[in-house]
Every structure is written in C-alpha cells, then in structure tokens.
C-alpha cells in the first residue's frame, strides 16, 4: 500500500474506529470516497492540499520535529493516533487545526453519509419511502458545442434571482437565453440520497467552504438554484435594513415582495412543529422570549423529510415549480449545462456571454445580460470578464452560524424529519445598531450532523451520534458587519475569504448563551455547543456552561461554523468607488449588465434571503423592461 493511502486509512480509521456491531471507515471504504470526492471538486490545489497532509503525518523526519519520534501515523495504535489527533486539533498553529477540522469532517460525513451506512441506522435514520415524483414543469436542452445564439436577454444563472428576471422578461416579449452551469435535475431524480444530494445540488459537491476552512460554506448549484435545496423559510428584510439600503438607492420592494410572495405560495399554514421547532418554541415561551411562525413557500407539504436534497413532490414552490415554469411557457430557452466563463462587452456596452460547455464553448449575443449566479460565482465571472475588478468580490457577507444542541430524554424524530423550519425566535435581531442574531432550526442528515459534531475520541463521537434522534440543534444565524471578499485562483474559480471580526465573535458567542438557555427552559437533559475540545453540560449546571462558552468564544477551526446565505459580493450603490452596480442593479461602466442575485444586496440582508433576492430581481426587471 503506497504511504498516501496508508496514511489516509489510519486518519480515517482514527476517527471512526468501529466496534464490535460497526465496520471501521476504512472497511466501509471510506478512504477511497473521500479521495474520490476530493479529485471530483476540479480544484488541482485542493488535491495537493490533502497529499501534503498525508505525506506530513506519514513522514518519519517530519514527525520526529513535530513530536520527537521518528514514527509514522499509520504504525500507532488508536490510542496514540487519537492523542496525535488531539493535539493538532487544539494547536495554537492555525494550519494544525484546519487539517484537524478538515480530515474530521470529510470522514464523517462520508462515513454516515454513504448509502447504506450502517452508521447512519445506528443513529436512527430510516430514509423514507419514495413519493410518486411531480411531472417536470420546464423544458430544459442540451447546449451544442460551437453553437451561437442570440437573444435580447441573456440570464446567467436559474435560481431565486435567474428564474425571476426569466420571467418577468419573457413576459413582457423578450426573447430569453437561460444559461445554468449545474447539470439539470428533476423530481424523478431527488431520491433523498445524502452525499447524491449534495453533489448534484452543491456547490462544491457540498463541502464548500472558506479559504481557511473555518466556516463551512451551503450554497445551491442546480437548476432552480438555492431554491432547490433550502428550506422555504421566506421572511422580508426588517426596517432597519431597509432603511440601510434606501441610502443605497433601493426603496420600493414592497410590491414586488407582494407579487413574488402571491407566485410561490408564501403562507404559514403549512408551518407545523417537529421535535426540535417544538422545543426552540417551547422553550422561548417559557422565557418569554419574542417568537414566531415561519411563512414558507410550500404548496401540499408533509413530512417526506428530504428538503435539503430537493423535494420530489413538488410541494416546494422552486423557481424551478413557479418562476423557470412560467419563462419556459412564455418562450424561454433554457440550457445546461453551461459554464458562463465571461461576459463580452464592446464599446462600453454589454455584446453577450461565452460559455463553457461538453465539446467547447457556445455564444449568447444579447444586448441585456443578467447576471444571477449567486453571491460566489457572480463575482468570479466578472473578475474573469475583467469587469468591475475594483468592486466586484468585495463587501462580501454571510451570515454566519453557530449551533447550540440539546439532548432530550423524548425521540424528537430526529432534524431529517418534518417540516424544517417553522419556529423563528427573533428577540435578539437588532441590539440597538441594526444587528444582531435570530435563532431557528436547521435541517440535516448523519452525515452532515456526524461531521458537525464535536469528535474528542472515536467512542465518544460514536455515541455522540447514536443520540441523534434525541436531540435538537438550534442556529444562531448572524448579521454580519465585517466584510470578505471573493476572488478568483489560477483556473478563475472563485475562492472565499472571510474571517469573523470582533463583532460577529461577539453576536456568535452571544447566540450560544442564549440558544443553551432556551435548551434548558425547553426541557433538554443535556446542552452542548460544536467546540473543539467538546464543551458539554447538564442543563442543571447553566450558569457554569455560560461562563465557558463566554471564555471559549469563537476561534477560527476551534468551532464548526457553517454559512447558508453569502451576499453583496456585486453590492448596489450610489457610487462606482463603492458598489459595483448603480441603483438600477446595471453595472457602472457597462450598459446592459445587470446584477439580479443576492450579491446585489447593499449589505447583509438580516434574515434568510431567498424573498428578497427575489423581489429585487422583479424591481430590476420591470425597470429593464421599461428602459428604451
């Protein structure tokens, strides 16, 4: 067996070592999935990323600097591996713990997440039985290499923001091009499947994440975009972002939050409670903490469980049921997959887009191009277009996400199960400034939970997971004020940088005290955040569980943070030295380019973002449709 592979199985095996009833990773193979997955991410970088880390822990001479032994990984025994793992996990060398962080969770995941994981049963997960799929409400082609087409518009990108200008324009009698870079998937094919799911709707196969790795990065890639795979929750931006982005020049969303409401079916009448919304529920009554129920876009929902991996019946109202159906019906050519690699202007003026697809490229001449690719790919495609360099990419926000979990002596079903989010506790929004943090539930699978879990030795994990039934995360979702950035590598991928500054570390730590104080008025036998080393309490010792979570804070790989709404990364401003779009979400610089996705946010939006990007993406496109 080469050292590389030697390596990465005692890595594996490390952190899920098996037991008399459960294989080990390695004998469930899950060395060569994660190696797999690894290479399908396209990212050369991130391979030699990995190869580096393993031929560091199989280096004798290396190990010998690093502790004094002239050893090899793979030659320990599990005690010994775990402490190795241990000490890199809370080392004051940031790459330590970033490798940590990185290994941790790629084995989890692929080890609970594998079909037919027998850690995934062990933890309680059935995957239900199959709907009758909704018949497909879009006609979708293939593009052919070499082929040019025109149009009068030009949308990049098919979810919350492509689907709407598609509309809107067909509509009004443009003639409609949508290019989507995802391969497209429909009903028959949402077969809630976790690591499937992931690859065919992610970005990034669902392992995105910043550029330290720090924060763990959920963004849809798909056709229907982000639509496809969050989870319905549709809430309007409050007045104090409102206020923010009338200085911006945005001041009339309220009739297109109405028109996009009304088309996606935006109510709360089908917001039921499962296990861990009754308990965030419960327990903020019991403390008289504001809260409310989540209005979704659903339409004939129940409890089929796999809303993150698409939903079969249709009962989401998707761009891809709603907003994609009504541009296919009015003429609209959609196509995928198809890259957009960059946006061709001439004389100041926008002449069309050059995408990559299977066998070359294809053309797209058009006066009027909308550019809706999400808040990460937006970006890339300008810096690839050399367009907008100076502005495009920065601002960047991303609502930044801690969990707090708390174990009940109920089954409450398990996070797969039910309606995913029903409960909002919106008490600690704004401290005063227009920021703070909202508090709801997340859904997730063993996989992801497995790999969010905190692991401090392979049979305590397993435990950890086997509760997972029995226990409710809550989601301490931030508005941030602290900016990054995107830029592009070498290949004009787009790469995410962002660390958290003082005040988002603050409003974080702030909504794991909180969320452990709701865990405990809601009942929870057991509170524990996601820190590494874990940091675990009885609900009957609070006080002292507040006191550490304050005194850990938040450090970089010491916490699994997660993020599922980037934003303002092509914001809209009244000036070109400070935004990248004017009023209008045009380009400055370059007529007939328009932003039409969340990165045209002013700032960070405050609360789930789907309903506004959509209603934003109606105001910029009734304005392009008036424009002469």
Known sequence: MADRERALAAICDTFVSGDASLPSASALGVPRVLRSEVEALGRPALVAELYQLLDTVESPVLNFALTGRPIRFSVLTQPERERYLKRWATSPIPLKRKAFQVMKRLTLLYTYGVDGSPYAAASGYVRGALDAPAPKSVTVRLPRAGETLDADVCVIGSGAGGGVIAAELSRAGKRVVVLERATPRFEDEFDGRELAGYAALFVDRGVATTTDRAIALLAGSALGGGTIVNWNTSLRIPAAVQEEWRAAGIDDLAPHYDAVAAR??????????????????RGARALGLASATIARNVKGCGDCGPCTLGCRRGAKQSTLRTFLADASASGAEIIAPADVRSIDVSGGRVAGVTARVVGGDVRVRAPIVALAGGAIHSPAVLLRSRIATAQAGRNFHLHPVAITCGRYDEDLGGIWSGVPQSVLVDEFSDRGDGYGFRLEVPQG?????????????ADSHRQRARDARHIAPFIGIVRDRTAGRVSIDRGGEPLVWYANGPAERALLTRAMVEAARIHAAAGAREIFTLHTPPLTSSASELTELIAEIDRRGVRSNSITLFSAHQMSSCRIGTAPARSVADPDGQVWGVRGLFVTDASAFPSAAGVNPMLTVMALARRTAQRIAAAK
């Open 445 to 457: 699978y063993p996989g992801i939970l497995a790999a969010s879990f905190p692991w401090w030795g």
């Open 264 to 281: 996606i079916d935006v109510d709360t009448d089908e917001s039921e409670r499962n296990g861990a919304n009754a308990a965030l529920e």
